[in-house]
C-alpha cells in the first residue's frame, strides 16, 4: 500500500499569496496518477487535479499541479477567501487507492 | 450533471451491518463506475471499493472480508453493506462516480456505530 505524507498539515497564509502544498509518496506512483481535491467544512471534496497536473472541468487556473514519482505539488497562485480549507492528495496509480491525511490552509 | 444521494440508517449497533443506499440522478448509472469512500470525523480519507454498473467489484483489501457493493440499475441506485461493525467504522460515507479518481461525489451520510 502506498502511503501519502502530505505537508505542512497547517499553512498559514494570507490572500492573495501563494500557497504551496506538498504530497509525498511511500513508493513511485504509477503514471504519475496522483490527485487533488479542496474540502470545505461539512462538505464532500471536489476534485481540483488529477493525472497530477490536468485541471478537472471549472476549476479556476491559480489551481496547478506538478510533480512526478514520489513528490507531487499542489500550487494556488493568488489565494482567494474561498480557498481557506482543506486539501487532500489521493493516489490511484495501485491498489489499494490513498489519500494523504490532508492540509488545512488557514487565514494568517 | 448527474447527482448523487447517499441514504441509511444513521446508527447502527456494534457486529451490526451497516446499510446504506446510494441514489443516482440527472445521468444513467450505466457505462459508469461507482465508489463508495468514508471519512471518519476528523481524520481523512479512505477508499471502500468501486463496482462497475454490470456487477464487477473491486475492494480495498483492509476491508474485503465485510463489504458488499452491490447494484440495481433499473432503480438507478447502488449499495454498501459493511459486517461486523465496530466504533471504528463510524465515519462518514460518501458515494462517488469513478473507480479511481472521483469527478462527483454525494453530499455524505455519518453513521456512528453505537450500542
Known amino acids: 500500500e502506498i502511503v501519502l505524507t502530505q505537508s505542512p498539515g497547517t499553512l498559514s497564509l494570507s490572500p492573495g499569496e501563494r500557497a504551496t502544498l506538498s504530497c509525498r509518496a511511500s513508493?513511485?506512483?504509477?503514471?504519475?496518477?496522483l490527485a487533488w481535491y479542496q474540502q470545505k467544512p461539512g462538505q464532500a471534496p471536489r476534485l481540483l487535479i488529477y493525472?497530477?497536473?490536468t485541471r478537472a472541468t471549472g476549476i479556476p487556473d491559480r489551481f496547478s499541479g506538478s510533480g512526478s514519482g514520489t513528490d507531487f505539488t499542489l500550487t494556488i497562485s493568488r489565494l482567494e477567501p474561498e480557498d481557506f480549507v482543506v486539501y487532500h492528495c489521493q493516489q490511484y496509480g495501485s491498489s489499494p487507492y490513498t489519500f494523504g491525511q490532508g492540509t488545512k490552509l488557514e487565514i494568517k | 450533471q448527474v447527482q448523487l444521494q447517499e441514504s441509511g440508517p444513521g446508527l447502527v449497533k456494534p457486529s451490526e451491518t451497516l446499510s446504506l443506499k446510494c441514489t443516482v440522478s440527472s445521468g444513467s448509472i450505466s457505462s459508469y463506475y461507482w465508489s463508495w469512500i468514508r471519512q471518519p470525523p476528523g481524520k481523512g480519507l479512505e477508499w471502500i471499493g468501486y463496482m462497475y454498473y454490470s456487477g464487477t467489484t473491486h475492494y480495498n483489501p483492509s476491508l474485503r472480508s465485510r463489504v458488499t457493493i452491490s447494484v440495481d440499475a433499473s432503480k438507478s441506485q447502488f449499495f454498501l453493506k459493511l459486517a461486523s461493525v465496530t466504533a471504528a467504522d463510524t465515519a462518514v460515507y460518501f458515494c462517488?462516480?469513478?473507480?479511481?479518481?472521483?469527478?462527483?461525489w454525494g453530499p455524505g451520510t455519518l453513521v456512528t456505530v453505537s450500542s
Open positions: 513508493q513511485s506512483v504509477s503514471n504519475n496518477y
Open positions: 493525472g497530477a497536473s
Open positions: 462517488a462516480r469513478g473507480d479511481d479518481f472521483w469527478r462527483g
